[in-house]
């Protein structure tokens, strides 16, 4: 829409500046207020100098940056290169050039921009061209750019582009005027944007100064050779194995995740009528949390402690001064599994039959074995085949490992042969290991069918009512289904749906549904000073 308004207004601009003999170029140069345009006067000299002066306006109270390359890439491993001399600025900013890049910085007001370009002039064909970026590497917006050019012959053509580098879109208007110059003009460019401009000349106007070399340093080293095209194109090749490999292996996942699930059927009656809650597979609250989300979370443990006190092994009392003392009550046995047994000895230790929450906190409650102790238990179980942190662990550092060994070789072969890019190559592809390692876990079959189970399970959690439940059996079913609730993040639910204020495993609550949010609160927040285990709460199967 704007280059459209913008092709509209030159038009009738250029017909304003042929009725009243003003230049149309000049008219259309007026910046708007509070926006930054640049108008640019190039005259090539019989010398084939290119001499530009530029007029450019910025609002007050702003500061704008132009950087403009001097070495462009032409294909073929060649570069034509420009020099810039006799830079000066007259008014607030500031001009500087070196052997690669050309920088101006202008302030708010109007300053005068002039320069001369060496190497503007080609040869192309029978006849010449003159080519330079007459906007570009701005650092903001131009409101508009216009352009005027004039030689000492009429030019033959003009082509003007404008837009994003390699970009073929034309500019706003481009024209050979009365004939004998051209001018042009560009509405709207976008930072980083460039304006560029070709002229042609016949043959023998001026002679040629362009300078077109191989290329040297880092542009050579990185140059796209049937050697470096190969290294990239296995590169891809691998990239998307990987990707083939994680969709097989998380292919059961995402099924299990995107299936409709309904609630499982966790309440059975045993020989005597009672009600009574049994996990999916005989799962614990700690493996629940740890195939979910593929690590050992404090959560995790914290459920955990509170299915030992379900099962009479803890007791957990209130005290006074908002403090919470956890009580041996059965020593432990062989029913427990590894990690369990590691709950309770870090917790308890021999010869420990009590501790209260501000002890354990003071002590430092060492979590390195349940950890371990957990991981290698959801292996035995075989919901994975390998320890979860320990299979990230290793991509993660094969990875870094050949992310290094591509940094190291793409500085030897820049320095050296050249055929960076297949450095580059290795490097990328270390990096992409590196940080697809927290997905390489992948659950078994097994394992992806347990994650089901459990979003049935808390299906159970989010659907069953009081009614659905005897009387009788309510304290039990309540407390056996309170620890997979905590590790499923649906404690609060669980708490307004059975919250009961006697238990038999939690003792001097005179508000259990204020007192049991506040426990896991302060028990949390001693685990996680470990520093062994994420304090993420609630995973999300």
Same mark, same amino acid.
């Given at each position: ?243 083939? *490999?994680?969709? $097989? ?5 995402? @099924?299990? +995740?995107?299936?409709? &699930?309904? /609630? %499982?059927? #966790? ?68 029913? *427990?599994?590894? $990690? ?5 000895? @870090?917790? +308890?230790?021999?010869? &420990?039959? /009590? %501790?209260? #929450? ?78 697809? @390692? ?89 685990? @996680? ?13």
């Amino acid at each position: 829409m704007l280059k459209n308004w913008g092709v509209t207004i030159f038009a009738a601009a250029a017909m304003s500046g042929l009725l009243t003999g003003i230049p149309a170029v000049g008219a259309l140069a007026q910046p708007l207020p509070g926006t930054v345009s640049t108008e640019v006067r190039m005259k090539l000299e019989r010398d084939s100098r290119l001499t530009i002066t530029e007029t450019v306006h910025v609002p007050d109270g702003k500061t704008v940056k132009r950087t403009v390359p001097l070495r462009l890439a032409v294909g073929n491993d060649l570069e034509r290169q420009y020099q810039v001399t006799d830079a000066r600025v007259e008014g607030k900013g500031s001009a500087s050039v070196s052997s690669d890049q050309f920088t101006t910085t202008f302030e708010g007001g109007q300053a005068t921009l002039t320069y001369t370009v060496v190497g503007a002039v080609a040869p192309v064909g029978d006849a010449l061209e003159v080519r330079w970026q007459v906007a570009g590497g701005w650092d903001t917006e131009l409101d508009k750019v216009a352009v005027t050019f004039s030689a000492p012959d009429s030019p033959t053509s003009v082509n003007c582009l404008a837009g994003p580098v390699g970009s073929s879109q034309p500019c706003t208007s481009a024209d050979l005027a009365d004939g004998k110059g051209v001018r042009a003009q560009e509405i709207k460019l976008g930072a980083g944007e460039r304006v560029d401009v070709a002229i042609g000349l016949s043959a023998g106007v001026v002679p040629p100064n362009a300078v077109v070399v191989e290329q040297s340093g880092l542009a050579a080293a990185f140059a796209l050779t049937p050697v470096s095209g190969i290294a990239l194109g296995g590169l891809l090749v691998l990239l998307l194995g990987g990707v083939a *490999l994680l969709w $097989y292996l998380r292919g059961r996942d995402v @099924a299990a +995740l995107s299936s409709e &699930v309904g /609630a %499982v059927s #966790v309440l059975v009656r045993d020989q005597g009528g009672r009600v009574a809650f049994a996990s999916p597979d005989g799962v614990l609250p700690g493996q629940v949390g740890t195939v979910v989300d593929e690590h050992v979370d404090v959560v995790d443990v914290t459920a955990t402690v509170i299915d030992l006190a379900v099962r009479n092994y803890l007791w957990i009392a209130e005290t006074e001064g908002h403090d919470w003392q956890i009580v041996r009550r059965n020593p432990v046995d062989a029913s *427990l599994s590894g $990690y369990e047994k590691a709950v309770y000895e @870090a917790l +308890l230790p021999q010869g &420990v039959e /009590a %501790v209260t #929450v501000s002890e354990l906190r003071g002590r430092q409650v060492d979590l390195a074995r349940v950890r371990d102790e957990l991981y290698a238990d959801v292996v035995e179980k075989r919901w994975f085949v390998r320890r979860p942190d320990a299979e990230r662990s290793l991509f993660w550092w094969v990875g870094i490992g050949i992310a290094v060994l591509g940094v190291v070789a793409t500085v030897v072969l820049a320095l050296t042969i050249g055929n960076a890019l297949f450095g580059l190559a290795v490097a990328v592809g270390g990096v992409a290991l590196a940080f697809g @390692a927290r997905s390489m876990p992948a659950r078994t079959k097994r394992g992806s069918e347990l994650l089901e189970h459990v979003r049935g399970l808390r299906g159970y959690l989010h659907g069953v009512t009081p009614q659905d439940v005897p009387e009788d059996d309510r304290e039990l079913v309540f407390s056996r289904s309170l620890p997979y609730a905590v590790v499923l993040g649906e404690t609060e639910r669980w708490l307004t749906t059975f919250g009961q204020q006697d238990l038999y495993w939690y003792g001097n609550a005179s508000d259990f549904r204020r007192s049991f949010p506040a426990f896991l609160g302060a028990l949390d927040g001693v685990l @996680a000073q470990a520093g062994h285990l994420r304090s993420l709460r609630t995973p999300n199967p």
